[in-house]
């Protein structure tokens, strides 16, 4: 969800970022906390809920909540809803199966993902550097879940849910391609904020299906997660003001640094040799993507520059 840049401030568009970056990492680890007492649909909720006034507060701030807000094609952001919240519920379902490094390391496979669908559904053409990144990245992928669905006990919950992890990861890319379609004549505020609402509503149609009451520590938790969910939102938003996509879009894989080190303080979780080594080729095929994306980038700006009227 890029924004036309407004400056270029590199230093603060990093910054804003990396804050996204963590502030999402901690956001799972709330999620992950309570998922013992709350089922995945409430927690989605309260997520979506709470982040609801932080988005509206800094709309109000930067001028836009009163055009910011205009939905030109409802139907497209009620479609991206639907997929972004059963992302969301998968991913809050997953992170109550496996440890938070495991969760954020699955979850890398949503960019490769992206490259696949845009060929099958958008007819994007994968030459042969795209092409090496994806079959690298579903390496690492499978390198990572392995140890999950490679036994002979698929009714084990980390078999669930690394399942449920790599799902959500598909709809992830699903989103993506629905984003593609829709900053054309969606703005990015309507974009942020309708998804948030619409996962609300969405989220309430799981209520019969067991919701509890939480006990205060888990309501605190719940709420503060979705304020930073709605806060880390802002942050990634505002750092595409100040610095170009293939900038940023390496700084995604500091969670996994965040997500290691919070595991192990917080949950007493400790990665594997394995899941590490799968992480790694899985973020070496999403630089590739994201270094071949850059030069198509450049070589379509040189393009228009030569076809461009001169005198």
């Known amino acids: 969800m890029a924004t036309s840049l407004t400056s270029h401030r590199p230093g603060l568009a990093l910054l804003l970022k990396l804050g996204a970056v963590f502030l999402f990492t901690v956001m799972s680890a709330l999620i992950k906390a309570t998922s013992d007492s709350v089922p995945p649909g409430q927690a989605v909720f309260f997520r979506s809920l709470f982040a609801i006034p932080v988005i509206v507060i800094w709309l109000s701030l930067r001028g836009e909540l009163r055009h910011g807000l205009i939905a030109r094609r409802p139907i497209v952001h009620i479609r991206r809803g639907v997929l972004g919240t059963t992302a969301m519920g998968l991913t809050f379902a997953g992170l109550g199966l496996l440890p938070l490094p495991e969760v954020t390391a699955i979850g890398y496979a949503a960019p490769i993902f992206t490259v696949i669908l845009a060929a099958l559904l958008l007819g994007e053409r994968i030459r042969l550097i795209r092409l090496s990144a994806v079959l690298l990245g579903l390496l690492g992928v499978s390198i990572v879940i392995?140890?999950?669905?490679?036994?002979?006990?698929?009714?084990?919950?980390?078999?669930?849910?690394?399942?449920?992890?790599?799902?959500?990861?598909?709809?992830?890319?699903?989103?993506?391609?629905?984003?593609?379609?829709?900053v054309g004549s969606e703005s990015t505020s309507a974009i942020v904020f309708y998804f948030s609402a619409t996962a609300t509503v969405l989220s309430l149609l799981s209520a019969p299906f067991g919701w509890v009451l939480p006990p205060g520590k888990v309501l605190a938790l719940l709420v503060l997660a979705g304020l930073i969910g709605g806060a880390a939102q802002i942050c990634?938003?505002?750092?595409?003001?100040?610095g170009p996509v293939s900038m940023l879009a390496p700084v995604d894989y500091a969670s996994m640094i965040f997500a290691i080190l919070i595991g192990y303080v917080w949950f007493a979780e400790?990665?594997?040799?394995?899941?590490?080594?799968?992480?790694?080729?899985?973020?070496?095929?999403?630089?590739?993507?994201?270094?071949?994306?850059r030069q198509l980038g450049l070589e379509r700006a040189r393009s228009l520059s030569f076809s461009e009227p001169r005198g």
């Open 146 to 182: 392995w140890p999950r669905l490679g036994g002979s006990d698929l009714e084990n919950p980390a078999a669930l849910g690394a399942v449920l992890i790599l799902l959500s990861a598909l709809a992830r890319a699903l989103v993506q391609i629905q984003i593609r379609s829709m």
């Open 270 to 293: 400790v990665p594997t040799a394995v899941m590490l080594t799968g992480a790694v080729l899985v973020i070496a095929g999403n630089i590739m993507v994201i270094w071949r994306e």
């Open 236 to 242: 990634v938003t505002s750092s595409y003001r100040f």
